[in-house]
Protein backbone atom coordinates (compact mmCIF):
# COMPACT_ATOMS: atom_id res chain seq x y z
CA UNK A 1 0.00 0.00 0.00
CA UNK A 2 2.88 2.40 0.78
CA UNK A 3 4.16 1.67 -2.49
CA UNK A 4 0.90 2.38 -4.09
CA UNK A 5 0.49 5.85 -2.10
CA UNK A 6 4.22 6.57 -3.46
CA UNK A 7 3.72 6.24 -7.06
CA UNK A 8 0.15 7.88 -6.54
CA UNK A 9 2.12 11.38 -4.90
CA UNK A 10 4.75 10.92 -7.71
CA UNK A 11 2.30 10.67 -10.53
CA UNK A 12 0.28 13.80 -9.19
CA UNK A 13 3.10 15.92 -8.87
CA UNK A 14 4.96 15.16 -12.22
CA UNK A 15 1.87 15.93 -13.66
CA UNK A 16 1.33 18.85 -11.93
CA UNK A 17 5.70 20.40 -13.30
CA UNK A 18 4.84 19.14 -16.84
CA UNK A 19 1.77 21.04 -17.14
CA UNK A 20 3.62 24.04 -15.64
CA UNK A 21 6.41 23.74 -17.92
CA UNK A 22 4.27 23.32 -20.75
CA UNK A 23 2.83 27.43 -19.98
CA UNK A 24 0.04 26.74 -17.85
CA UNK A 25 -0.09 28.79 -13.97
CA UNK A 26 0.47 27.73 -10.75
CA UNK A 27 -2.77 27.85 -10.38
CA UNK A 28 -3.86 26.04 -13.55
CA UNK A 29 -1.14 22.96 -12.64
CA UNK A 30 -2.03 23.04 -9.15
CA UNK A 31 -6.11 22.28 -10.03
CA UNK A 32 -4.54 18.96 -12.76
CA UNK A 33 -2.42 18.01 -9.81
CA UNK A 34 -5.24 17.74 -7.19
CA UNK A 35 -7.83 16.53 -9.72
CA UNK A 36 -5.61 13.60 -10.98
CA UNK A 37 -4.55 12.55 -6.99
CA UNK A 38 -8.76 12.16 -6.80
CA UNK A 39 -9.16 9.96 -9.56
CA UNK A 40 -6.06 8.09 -9.48
CA UNK A 41 -6.80 7.65 -5.72
CA UNK A 42 -10.12 6.13 -6.84
CA UNK A 43 -8.52 4.06 -9.10
CA UNK A 44 -5.96 2.68 -6.39
CA UNK A 45 -7.49 2.93 -3.28
CA UNK A 46 -11.45 2.73 -3.45
CA UNK A 47 -12.12 2.65 0.04
CA UNK A 48 -10.18 6.10 0.68
CA UNK A 49 -11.65 8.13 -2.28
CA UNK A 50 -13.83 10.48 0.15
CA UNK A 51 -10.89 11.19 2.27
CA UNK A 52 -8.52 12.13 -0.66
CA UNK A 53 -11.64 13.93 -2.13
CA UNK A 54 -11.73 16.19 1.38
CA UNK A 55 -7.98 16.74 1.29
CA UNK A 56 -8.08 17.66 -2.29
CA UNK A 57 -10.51 20.21 -1.90
CA UNK A 58 -8.87 21.32 1.23
CA UNK A 59 -5.64 21.87 -0.39
CA UNK A 60 -7.37 24.06 -3.53
CA UNK A 61 -8.98 26.55 -0.89
CA UNK A 62 -5.71 26.83 0.86
CA UNK A 63 -3.88 27.77 -1.90
CA UNK A 64 -6.32 29.93 -3.36
CA UNK A 65 -6.92 28.06 -6.89
CA UNK A 66 -10.17 28.57 -5.53
CA UNK A 67 -12.46 30.36 -3.60
CA UNK A 68 -15.47 28.85 -1.02
CA UNK A 69 -17.83 30.62 -2.97
CA UNK A 70 -16.95 29.05 -6.15
CA UNK A 71 -16.52 25.69 -4.42
CA UNK A 72 -20.29 25.53 -3.78
CA UNK A 73 -21.01 26.72 -6.86
CA UNK A 74 -19.39 24.00 -8.92
CA UNK A 75 -20.48 21.40 -5.97
CA UNK A 76 -23.77 20.88 -8.10
CA UNK A 77 -25.96 21.04 -4.98
CA UNK A 78 -28.81 20.61 -7.25
CA UNK A 79 -27.73 17.22 -8.51
CA UNK A 80 -26.51 16.20 -4.95
CA UNK A 81 -30.19 17.66 -3.99
CA UNK A 82 -32.00 15.43 -6.41
CA UNK A 83 -30.26 12.16 -5.72
CA UNK A 84 -31.11 12.50 -2.49
CA UNK A 85 -35.15 12.67 -3.03
CA UNK A 86 -34.75 9.89 -5.82
CA UNK A 87 -33.06 7.90 -2.96
CA UNK A 88 -35.97 8.30 -0.50
CA UNK A 89 -38.39 7.13 -2.78
CA UNK A 90 -36.59 3.97 -3.78
CA UNK A 91 -36.27 3.45 0.17
CA UNK A 92 -40.15 3.79 0.12
CA UNK A 93 -41.07 1.35 -3.07
CA UNK A 94 -38.35 -1.16 -1.56
CA UNK A 95 -40.07 -1.17 2.02
CA UNK A 96 -43.27 -1.22 0.09
CA UNK A 97 -42.49 -4.70 -1.19
CA UNK A 98 -42.76 -2.69 -5.45
CA UNK A 99 -39.46 -4.58 -7.06
CA UNK A 100 -40.32 -8.77 -5.58
CA UNK A 101 -44.20 -7.69 -6.76
CA UNK A 102 -42.78 -6.09 -10.38
CA UNK A 103 -40.62 -9.11 -10.72
CA UNK A 104 -43.01 -11.65 -9.65
CA UNK A 105 -45.45 -10.32 -12.28
CA UNK A 106 -43.43 -10.98 -15.03
CA UNK A 107 -42.01 -14.14 -14.62
CA UNK A 108 -45.61 -15.29 -14.93
CA UNK A 109 -45.54 -16.12 -17.98
CA UNK A 110 -46.02 -19.49 -19.42
CA UNK A 111 -44.45 -22.01 -21.90
CA UNK A 112 -40.80 -20.86 -20.43
CA UNK A 113 -37.87 -21.25 -22.41
CA UNK A 114 -34.17 -20.47 -21.60
CA UNK A 115 -34.16 -17.71 -24.43
CA UNK A 116 -37.37 -16.36 -22.92
CA UNK A 117 -35.92 -16.21 -19.63
CA UNK A 118 -32.61 -14.66 -21.35
CA UNK A 119 -34.93 -11.54 -22.74
CA UNK A 120 -37.12 -11.30 -19.65
CA UNK A 121 -34.37 -10.89 -17.14
CA UNK A 122 -32.68 -8.36 -19.81
CA UNK A 123 -35.25 -5.80 -20.10
CA UNK A 124 -36.60 -6.06 -17.07
CA UNK A 125 -33.27 -5.36 -15.99
CA UNK A 126 -32.83 -2.56 -18.35
CA UNK A 127 -36.57 -1.18 -17.73
CA UNK A 128 -36.31 -0.76 -14.04
CA UNK A 129 -32.78 0.88 -14.18
CA UNK A 130 -33.96 3.22 -16.36
CA UNK A 131 -36.31 4.39 -13.29
CA UNK A 132 -34.75 3.04 -10.17
CA UNK A 133 -31.36 3.53 -10.89
CA UNK A 134 -28.49 0.87 -12.04
CA UNK A 135 -28.21 -0.06 -8.32
CA UNK A 136 -31.48 -0.63 -7.25
CA UNK A 137 -32.38 -2.54 -10.35
CA UNK A 138 -29.45 -4.83 -10.08
CA UNK A 139 -29.85 -5.99 -6.61
CA UNK A 140 -33.40 -6.92 -6.85
CA UNK A 141 -32.25 -8.96 -9.99
CA UNK A 142 -29.81 -10.72 -8.55
CA UNK A 143 -32.18 -11.94 -6.12
CA UNK A 144 -34.33 -12.94 -8.26
CA UNK A 145 -32.34 -14.72 -10.93
CA UNK A 146 -30.82 -16.55 -8.29
CA UNK A 147 -33.35 -18.21 -7.13
CA UNK A 148 -34.30 -19.24 -10.43
CA UNK A 149 -31.29 -20.30 -11.19
CA UNK A 150 -30.79 -22.73 -7.80
CA UNK A 151 -34.58 -24.07 -9.04
CA UNK A 152 -33.39 -25.13 -12.14
CA UNK A 153 -29.92 -26.28 -10.81
CA UNK A 154 -27.87 -24.52 -13.47
CA UNK A 155 -25.30 -22.07 -12.93
CA UNK A 156 -25.99 -18.68 -12.40
CA UNK A 157 -23.06 -16.74 -13.27
CA UNK A 158 -23.80 -15.90 -17.21
CA UNK A 159 -27.53 -14.46 -16.47
CA UNK A 160 -26.39 -12.50 -13.71
CA UNK A 161 -23.91 -11.16 -16.03
CA UNK A 162 -26.43 -10.87 -18.71
CA UNK A 163 -28.61 -8.97 -16.26
CA UNK A 164 -25.75 -6.56 -15.47
CA UNK A 165 -25.19 -5.77 -18.84
CA UNK A 166 -28.70 -4.92 -20.04
CA UNK A 167 -28.87 -3.21 -16.73
CA UNK A 168 -26.16 -0.77 -17.57
CA UNK A 169 -27.01 -0.37 -21.02
CA UNK A 170 -30.19 0.54 -19.72
CA UNK A 171 -29.44 3.50 -17.62
CA UNK A 172 -28.45 5.21 -20.54
CA UNK A 173 -32.00 5.61 -21.24
CA UNK A 174 -33.51 8.39 -19.21
CA UNK A 175 -32.01 10.89 -16.57
CA UNK A 176 -33.00 8.81 -13.74
CA UNK A 177 -30.69 5.40 -14.54
CA UNK A 178 -27.85 6.62 -13.96
CA UNK A 179 -25.89 9.72 -11.82
CA UNK A 180 -24.56 11.13 -14.73
CA UNK A 181 -27.70 11.22 -16.67
CA UNK A 182 -29.16 14.11 -14.30
CA UNK A 183 -25.23 15.17 -14.15
CA UNK A 184 -25.24 15.50 -18.01
CA UNK A 185 -28.92 16.98 -17.93
CA UNK A 186 -28.60 19.80 -15.44
CA UNK A 187 -25.28 21.19 -17.62
CA UNK A 188 -26.34 20.40 -21.11
CA UNK A 189 -29.47 21.97 -20.24
CA UNK A 190 -31.28 18.59 -21.46
CA UNK A 191 -34.38 17.71 -20.50
CA UNK A 192 -36.83 14.38 -19.70
CA UNK A 193 -38.35 14.86 -23.23
CA UNK A 194 -34.53 15.04 -25.09
CA UNK A 195 -33.71 11.75 -23.64
CA UNK A 196 -36.87 9.54 -24.10
CA UNK A 197 -36.12 10.84 -27.69
CA UNK A 198 -32.73 10.74 -28.10
CA UNK A 199 -31.31 8.62 -26.03
CA UNK A 200 -34.04 6.00 -25.35
CA UNK A 201 -34.69 4.66 -28.83
CA UNK A 202 -30.65 4.23 -29.03
CA UNK A 203 -30.31 2.23 -25.47
CA UNK A 204 -32.83 -0.32 -26.91
CA UNK A 205 -31.13 -1.11 -29.69
CA UNK A 206 -28.71 -1.16 -27.95
CA UNK A 207 -30.23 -3.70 -25.42
CA UNK A 208 -31.35 -5.56 -28.48
CA UNK A 209 -28.01 -6.08 -29.71
CA UNK A 210 -26.96 -7.01 -25.94
CA UNK A 211 -29.42 -9.56 -25.93
CA UNK A 212 -28.35 -11.02 -29.29
CA UNK A 213 -24.61 -11.18 -28.02
CA UNK A 214 -25.37 -12.99 -25.32
CA UNK A 215 -27.81 -15.52 -26.32
CA UNK A 216 -24.58 -16.14 -29.13
CA UNK A 217 -22.11 -16.25 -26.83
CA UNK A 218 -24.08 -17.89 -23.85
CA UNK A 219 -25.65 -21.00 -25.77
CA UNK A 220 -24.50 -23.89 -24.45
CA UNK A 221 -25.68 -22.56 -21.07
CA UNK A 222 -28.84 -21.34 -22.70
CA UNK A 223 -28.95 -25.09 -23.92
CA UNK A 224 -28.29 -26.71 -20.40
CA UNK A 225 -30.71 -24.72 -19.16
CA UNK A 226 -33.96 -25.66 -21.46
CA UNK A 227 -33.17 -29.32 -20.90
CA UNK A 228 -33.37 -28.71 -16.94
CA UNK A 229 -36.69 -26.39 -17.72
CA UNK A 230 -38.03 -29.24 -19.44
CA UNK A 231 -37.16 -31.80 -16.46
CA UNK A 232 -38.02 -29.79 -14.01
CA UNK A 233 -41.03 -27.45 -15.35
CA UNK A 234 -41.40 -24.08 -15.17
CA UNK A 235 -44.56 -23.71 -13.63
CA UNK A 236 -43.39 -24.52 -9.97
CA UNK A 237 -41.52 -21.68 -10.03
CA UNK A 238 -43.59 -19.31 -8.79
CA UNK A 239 -43.88 -21.11 -5.79
CA UNK A 240 -40.54 -20.27 -4.62
CA UNK A 241 -40.72 -17.02 -5.22
CA UNK A 242 -41.91 -14.80 -2.47
CA UNK A 243 -45.74 -13.37 -3.14
CA UNK A 244 -46.34 -9.84 -2.76
CA UNK A 245 -49.49 -8.69 -3.20
CA UNK A 246 -50.55 -4.93 -4.10
CA UNK A 247 -51.87 -3.77 -0.90
CA UNK A 248 -52.83 -0.43 0.07
CA UNK A 249 -49.17 0.71 0.88
CA UNK A 250 -47.80 -0.52 -2.22
CA UNK A 251 -50.65 1.20 -4.29
CA UNK A 252 -49.76 4.67 -2.24
CA UNK A 253 -46.21 4.22 -3.14
CA UNK A 254 -47.12 3.35 -6.94
CA UNK A 255 -48.76 6.75 -7.04
CA UNK A 256 -46.60 8.85 -5.38
CA UNK A 257 -43.76 7.80 -7.77
CA UNK A 258 -45.90 7.73 -10.70
CA UNK A 259 -46.70 11.25 -9.90
CA UNK A 260 -43.44 11.89 -9.73
CA UNK A 261 -42.52 10.44 -13.03
CA UNK A 262 -45.39 12.48 -14.17
CA UNK A 263 -44.13 15.92 -13.73
CA UNK A 264 -40.33 14.89 -14.19
CA UNK A 265 -41.19 14.10 -17.59
CA UNK A 266 -43.15 16.97 -18.42
CA UNK A 267 -40.98 19.03 -16.48
CA UNK A 268 -39.65 21.04 -19.62
CA UNK A 269 -43.33 22.37 -20.27
CA UNK A 270 -44.07 23.05 -17.64
CA UNK A 271 -41.34 25.24 -16.75
CA UNK A 272 -41.99 27.23 -19.64
CA UNK A 273 -45.87 27.13 -19.40
CA UNK A 274 -45.01 28.66 -15.35
CA UNK A 275 -42.09 30.72 -16.61
CA UNK A 276 -39.80 28.61 -13.87
CA UNK A 277 -36.03 27.89 -14.74
CA UNK A 278 -34.74 25.39 -16.91
CA UNK A 279 -34.59 21.81 -14.93
CA UNK A 280 -36.83 23.65 -11.95
CA UNK A 281 -39.15 20.82 -11.57
CA UNK A 282 -36.94 18.14 -12.70
CA UNK A 283 -34.60 19.31 -10.01
CA UNK A 284 -37.24 19.67 -7.18
CA UNK A 285 -40.22 17.01 -7.59
CA UNK A 286 -37.92 14.30 -5.89
CA UNK A 287 -37.38 16.78 -2.79
CA UNK A 288 -40.92 17.69 -3.09
CA UNK A 289 -42.72 13.85 -3.22
CA UNK A 290 -39.40 12.83 -0.79
CA UNK A 291 -40.88 15.37 1.74
CA UNK A 292 -44.61 14.04 1.42
CA UNK A 293 -43.16 10.56 2.23
CA UNK A 294 -41.67 11.50 4.86
CA UNK A 295 -44.49 13.40 6.32
CA UNK A 296 -47.06 10.76 5.42
CA UNK A 297 -44.28 7.97 7.17
CA UNK A 298 -43.33 10.20 10.00
CA UNK A 299 -42.14 7.14 12.05
CA UNK A 300 -39.82 5.92 9.29
CA UNK A 301 -38.66 9.55 8.04
CA UNK A 302 -35.42 9.28 10.13
CA UNK A 303 -34.42 5.88 8.75
CA UNK A 304 -35.14 6.70 4.85
CA UNK A 305 -32.41 9.67 5.43
CA UNK A 306 -30.23 7.58 7.43
CA UNK A 307 -29.80 4.67 5.22
CA UNK A 308 -31.62 4.85 2.05
CA UNK A 309 -29.07 8.28 1.42
CA UNK A 310 -25.97 6.79 0.15
CA UNK A 311 -24.29 9.67 1.70
CA UNK A 312 -21.03 8.78 1.13
CA UNK A 313 -21.29 7.96 -2.09
CA UNK A 314 -22.95 11.79 -2.32
CA UNK A 315 -20.34 13.56 -0.48
CA UNK A 316 -17.44 12.43 -2.76
CA UNK A 317 -19.53 13.12 -6.01
CA UNK A 318 -20.12 16.68 -4.92
CA UNK A 319 -16.42 16.89 -3.58
CA UNK A 320 -15.38 15.76 -6.92
CA UNK A 321 -17.72 18.32 -8.71
CA UNK A 322 -15.95 21.07 -7.30
CA UNK A 323 -12.50 20.22 -8.33
CA UNK A 324 -13.89 19.54 -12.11
CA UNK A 325 -15.40 22.67 -11.47
CA UNK A 326 -12.18 24.47 -10.33
CA UNK A 327 -10.36 23.36 -13.49
CA UNK A 328 -13.27 25.26 -15.64
CA UNK A 329 -12.35 28.20 -12.89
CA UNK A 330 -8.83 28.58 -13.59
CA UNK A 331 -9.06 28.05 -17.49
CA UNK A 332 -6.97 24.29 -17.47
CA UNK A 333 -10.87 23.45 -19.15
CA UNK A 334 -10.02 25.71 -21.66
CA UNK A 335 -6.04 25.02 -22.72
CA UNK A 336 -7.13 21.51 -23.13
CA UNK A 337 -10.28 22.54 -25.26
CA UNK A 338 -8.55 24.32 -27.60
CA UNK A 339 -5.55 21.94 -27.69
CA UNK A 340 -7.87 19.15 -28.93
CA UNK A 341 -10.02 21.40 -31.17
CA UNK A 342 -6.23 22.30 -33.18
CA UNK A 343 -6.15 18.52 -33.07
CA UNK A 344 -9.34 17.46 -34.85
CA UNK A 345 -9.44 20.63 -36.74
CA UNK A 346 -12.68 21.49 -35.01
CA UNK A 347 -14.43 18.97 -36.72
CA UNK A 348 -17.08 17.79 -34.14
CA UNK A 349 -17.69 14.56 -35.84
CA UNK A 350 -13.88 13.89 -34.98
CA UNK A 351 -14.18 14.70 -31.44
CA UNK A 352 -17.31 13.03 -31.11
CA UNK A 353 -15.58 9.79 -32.31
CA UNK A 354 -12.51 11.00 -29.43
CA UNK A 355 -15.30 11.96 -26.01
CA UNK A 356 -17.31 8.85 -27.24
CA UNK A 357 -13.99 6.06 -27.47
CA UNK A 358 -12.46 8.54 -24.43
CA UNK A 359 -15.17 7.80 -22.07
CA UNK A 360 -15.92 3.97 -22.81
CA UNK A 361 -12.68 3.10 -22.36
CA UNK A 362 -12.12 5.49 -19.18
CA UNK A 363 -15.65 4.64 -17.67
CA UNK A 364 -14.49 0.79 -17.69
CA UNK A 365 -11.28 1.43 -15.43
CA UNK A 366 -12.48 4.42 -13.63
CA UNK A 367 -16.09 4.57 -11.79
CA UNK A 368 -18.38 6.53 -14.69
CA UNK A 369 -19.15 9.66 -12.34
CA UNK A 370 -15.18 10.39 -11.86
CA UNK A 371 -14.62 10.42 -15.90
CA UNK A 372 -17.67 12.06 -16.84
CA UNK A 373 -17.21 14.86 -14.20
CA UNK A 374 -13.48 15.36 -15.35
CA UNK A 375 -14.95 15.50 -18.68
CA UNK A 376 -17.72 17.89 -18.44
CA UNK A 377 -15.84 21.14 -17.70
CA UNK A 378 -13.44 20.37 -20.85
CA UNK A 379 -16.81 19.83 -23.23
CA UNK A 380 -18.24 23.03 -21.77
CA UNK A 381 -15.29 24.97 -22.91
CA UNK A 382 -15.88 23.83 -26.78
CA UNK A 383 -18.44 26.46 -26.48
CA UNK A 384 -16.08 29.24 -26.62
CA UNK A 385 -14.94 27.30 -29.90
CA UNK A 386 -18.41 27.91 -31.31
CA UNK A 387 -18.96 24.30 -31.59
CA UNK A 388 -22.21 22.21 -31.78
CA UNK A 389 -22.41 20.41 -28.18
CA UNK A 390 -25.04 18.39 -28.60
CA UNK A 391 -23.77 15.12 -30.21
CA UNK A 392 -20.82 15.49 -27.32
CA UNK A 393 -22.96 15.40 -24.29
CA UNK A 394 -24.70 12.24 -26.02
CA UNK A 395 -21.07 10.76 -26.79
CA UNK A 396 -20.53 11.39 -23.11
CA UNK A 397 -23.58 10.14 -21.64
CA UNK A 398 -23.61 6.33 -23.72
CA UNK A 399 -19.75 6.59 -23.28
CA UNK A 400 -20.23 6.20 -19.67
CA UNK A 401 -22.26 3.86 -19.08
CA UNK A 402 -21.75 1.47 -22.18
CA UNK A 403 -18.12 1.52 -21.18
CA UNK A 404 -19.32 0.16 -17.50
CA UNK A 405 -19.90 -3.40 -19.46
CA UNK A 406 -16.19 -3.86 -20.27
CA UNK A 407 -14.57 -5.07 -16.96
CA UNK A 408 -15.67 -5.89 -13.64
CA UNK A 409 -15.45 -3.07 -11.89
CA UNK A 410 -16.69 -1.29 -14.79
CA UNK A 411 -19.70 -0.19 -12.69
CA UNK A 412 -21.38 0.42 -9.50
CA UNK A 413 -24.03 -2.48 -10.71
CA UNK A 414 -21.12 -4.87 -11.56
CA UNK A 415 -19.70 -4.67 -8.15
CA UNK A 416 -22.45 -5.01 -6.53
CA UNK A 417 -24.08 -8.06 -8.58
CA UNK A 418 -20.65 -10.08 -7.89
CA UNK A 419 -20.42 -8.94 -4.02
CA UNK A 420 -24.47 -10.95 -3.72
CA UNK A 421 -23.08 -13.81 -5.76
CA UNK A 422 -19.83 -14.25 -3.97
CA UNK A 423 -22.12 -13.86 -0.54
CA UNK A 424 -24.86 -16.08 -1.25
CA UNK A 425 -23.48 -18.27 -3.46
CA UNK A 426 -19.21 -18.05 -2.97
CA UNK A 427 -18.92 -17.94 -6.39
CA UNK A 428 -15.79 -15.63 -7.11
CA UNK A 429 -16.28 -14.31 -11.55
CA UNK A 430 -12.70 -14.52 -12.95
CA UNK A 431 -10.95 -10.78 -14.68
CA UNK A 432 -11.36 -12.51 -18.00
CA UNK A 433 -14.45 -14.57 -17.95
CA UNK A 434 -16.40 -11.33 -17.59
CA UNK A 435 -13.80 -9.25 -19.60
CA UNK A 436 -14.76 -11.68 -23.06
CA UNK A 437 -18.47 -11.01 -23.61
CA UNK A 438 -18.22 -7.52 -21.54
CA UNK A 439 -15.91 -6.41 -23.95
CA UNK A 440 -17.79 -7.58 -27.35
CA UNK A 441 -20.63 -5.70 -25.84
CA UNK A 442 -19.33 -2.83 -24.99
CA UNK A 443 -17.36 -2.64 -28.28
CA UNK A 444 -20.93 -3.44 -30.21
CA UNK A 445 -22.96 -1.24 -28.64
CA UNK A 446 -20.49 1.83 -28.72
CA UNK A 447 -20.17 1.17 -32.45
CA UNK A 448 -24.10 1.06 -32.42
CA UNK A 449 -23.81 4.65 -30.90
CA UNK A 450 -20.87 5.83 -32.71
CA UNK A 451 -22.59 5.35 -35.84
CA UNK A 452 -26.17 6.64 -35.06
CA UNK A 453 -24.50 10.20 -33.42
CA UNK A 454 -22.32 10.62 -36.47
CA UNK A 455 -25.15 9.58 -38.98
CA UNK A 456 -28.66 10.72 -37.68
CA UNK A 457 -28.98 14.51 -37.43
CA UNK A 458 -30.89 15.08 -34.91
CA UNK A 459 -28.69 14.61 -32.63
CA UNK A 460 -26.57 17.60 -34.01
Known amino acids: ML ?27 TAISIFSVSILGTLFFWDFRLGFAFLGTSILLFTRTIDLENVIKFASLDVILFLVGMMVLVGLMKEAGFFAWIVQLILRIKNMTAKKFVVIISVVSAILSTTTSEVVSIIFMVAAVLEICDYFEVDPVPYIIISVLATNVGSAATVLGNPIGILIASKAGLTFEDFIIKAFPLSMVCLFATISVAILWYRKSIAQMDSHIKELGANEILIRLISVPPGKELKISLAIFGIT ?15 LEPNTILLTMPLFSAGAVMIWKWNRAREYIEKDVEWWTLLFFMLLFAQAGTLKYTGATDVLARNLANVTGNNVYFLTGIVLWISTIGSSILDNVVLVAAFIPVIQSFQNLNLNLQPLWWALLFGGCLGGNITLVGSTANIVALGILEKEKRIKISFFRWFGIGLTVGVVTTVIVWIALLTLPFYH
Open 3 to 29: KKFIILIAISLGLGILTKQAGLSLHQA
Open 261 to 275: LFFISLHHRLELLWH
